[in-house]
């Protein structure tokens, strides 16, 4: 038979497993998020402690790899200026008519649904370092956004 034919095992042909990817930039955090990071590392270790499946504690160790590494490199971040936009900063903003309010968090915090958005996402970006009653621009649109309070 053919070498080509051959096959040596079925590891070879399984996908590969990337690690998980960690967000480009510094990690800021906020204490809420900093105490959220160290939680969720030390369930993975737990878990990977407790699991006897050799397949699933290297799934698991995969996860708190990435958790260990977000927990190590977070860093809380400063307190924004009174009344300016930061992380941290509840904000409550118009835009299309349309009252939103969020919370400026890092990205391992961050939860759309729970109004919670990344400092690095774009409404998040356009608002930080502004003050309540300015309009700033989004969406390549000037002035499309009013914000409204800064908590």
Do not use: C
Request: aromatic share 4%; glycine share 8%; no cysteine.
């Amino acid at each position: 038979m053919s070498v080509a034919f051959r096959r040596e095992g079925d590891d070879e042909h399984k996908e590969p497993e990337f690690e998980l990817p960690i967000p480009v930039g510094p990690n800021l955090v906020t204490e809420r998020g900093l105490a959220l990071i160290a939680a969720k590392e030390a369930a993975l270790k737990a878990a990977i402690a407790a699991e006897p499946d050799a397949d699933a504690r290297k799934k698991l160790a995969r996860g708190h790899r990435y958790w260990a590494t977000q927990h190590a490199t977070a860093q809380i971040a400063p307190p924004p200026q009174p009344d300016e936009a930061g992380i941290g900063s509840l904000v409550t903003v118009k835009r299309d008519g349309k009252t939103q309010r969020f919370r400026i968090v890092g990205h391992d915090e961050a939860d759309p649904a729970a109004e919670l958005l990344a400092f690095t996402a774009p409404l998040a970006r356009a608002v930080m370092g502004a003050m309540a009653g300015e309009l700033v621009d989004f969406g390549g649109r000037p002035e499309s956004v009013e914000i409204l309070s800064i908590a």
